[in-house]
Nanobody, 125 residues
Framework: VQLQAFGGGLVQAGGSLRLSCTSS????????MGWFRQAPGKEREFVAA?????????SYGDSVKGRFIISRENVKNSAYLQMNSLKPEDTAVYYC??????????????????WGQGTQVTVSS
């Protein structure tokens, strides 16, 4: 499985962006999908995750709850992160991940086997 994330860019505070993640090899439906981010000088942070297949379980990091929405579209072998009401503190490199965490551990980066190359999101004030 090779993950590719895209859709990042520069946006003003209050704006929206939609990140996409797809795989050039391997089927993603059997994996939970997630997003992590890392800003310069800061630790990697959990953003959101959605369980495999039907995506019945979803988890969000506290800092993005109510603003970001994660989804998946298995027929397109893709996952998405809709980011609304963006803030300057959302500026980071966003990484798409795939793995098989247990439901209570979806925030744990160690549960994800595959990582994409990252896409930069910059929110200006």
């Amino acid at each position: 499985v090779q993950l590719q994330a895209f859709g990042g860019g520069l946006v003003q505070a209050g704006g929206s962006l939609r990140l996409s993640c797809t795989s050039s090899g391997g089927t993603l439906s059997a994996y939970s999908m997630g997003w992590f981010r890392q800003a310069p000088g800061k630790e990697r942070e959990f953003v959101a995750a959605i369980s495999r297949y039907g995506g019945s379980s979803i988890s969000y990091g506290d800092s993005v709850k109510g603003r970001f929405i994660i989804s998946r579209e298995n027929v397109k072998n893709s996952a998405y992160l809709q980011m609304n009401s963006l803030k300057p503190e959302d500026t980071a490199v966003y990484y798409c991940v795939a793995g098989r965490p247990i439901t209570s551990n979806m925030h744990d980066s160690r549960a994800y086997y595959y990582w994409g190359q990252g896409t930069q999101v910059t929110v200006s004030s």
